[in-house]
T-cell receptor
Framework: NAGVTQTPKFQVLKTGQSMTLQCAQD?????MSWYRQDPGMGLRLIHY???????DQGEVPNGYNVSRSTTEDFPLRLLSAAPSQTSVYFC???????????????FGNGTRLTVT | KNEVEQSPQNLTAQEGEFITINCSYS?????LHWLQQHPGGGIVSLFM???GKKKHGRLIATINIQEKHSSLHITASHPRDSAVYIC????????????FGTGTRLTIIP
């Protein structure tokens, strides 16, 4: 199994450019999420999805869009990149938990994005 | 004040030492996760706890729900244990959103 596949690994953008970070998982996980990791701060949730067709905002959603047309894919779009979006981005997925079930998060390997 | 606080921020120890990393949180939770981030950046899930204690190899995780505190212990530490260890809490069952600590950077010297 490939697990969670994130592409690209590295990206440099100019201010105002747009791009899409890809995330795909082959574990049939209902829950998928995007985080950003900045120095001195914990991982922060950008957007998440609990199933195909359902998305919701996390802590830091401004400047990012997502969609979930299939269970497998959860792309993150930057419509007009800003230097404040320079960060390392992680996609993660898991089965949807319940009152009795705990499931681990599976992370992609990350995308290091620099906006100049 | 962050909802999830980890201590210490940095820890350097000699190979073979017993390691303890602490996580305190200020909100009610349904579960706590311990994650390991390798020097190359990849993140893996080590433990999920809702009560008590779990052990996997040389790693032990404990949680005290009343005191809102969890610890991650590493016995017989090894240089390959060098990584950032991250604590994260889940607020309620069925809600997978996590709040993360800033991590503890562990360096084990041979």
């Amino acid at each position: 199994n490939a697990g969670v596949t994130q592409t690209p690994k590295f990206q440099v953008l100019k201010t105002g450019q747009s791009m899409t970070l890809q995330c795909a998982q082959d574990m049939n996980h209902e829950y998928m999420s995007w985080y950003r990791q900045d120095p001195g701060m914990g991982l922060r949730l950008i957007h998440y999805s609990v199933g195909a067709g359902i998305t919701d905002q996390g802590e830091v959603p401004n400047g990012y869009n997502v969609s979930r047309s299939t269970t497998e894919d959860f792309p993150l779009r930057l419509l007009s990149a800003a230097p404040s979006q320079t960060s390392v981005y992680f996609c993660a997925s898991s089965y949807k938990g319940s009152a009795v079930a705990l499931h681990p998060l599976h992370f992609g390997n990350g995308t290091r994005l620099t906006v100049t | 004040k962050n909802e999830v606080e980890q201590s210490p921020q940095n820890l350097t120890a000699q190979e073979g030492e017993f390691i303890t990393i602490n996580c305190s949180y200020s909100v009610g939770i349904s579960a706590l996760h311990w994650l390991q981030q390798h020097p190359g950046g990849g993140i893996v899930s080590l433990f999920m706890l809702s009560s008590g204690k779990k052990k996997h190899g040389r790693l032990i995780a404990t949680i005290n729900i009343q005191e809102k505190h969890s610890s991650l212990h590493i016995t017989a530490s090894h240089p390959r244990d060098s990584a950032v260890y991250i604590c994260a809490v889940r607020r309620s069952f069925g809600n997978e959103k996590l709040t993360f600590g800033t991590g503890t950077r562990l360096t084990i010297i041979p």
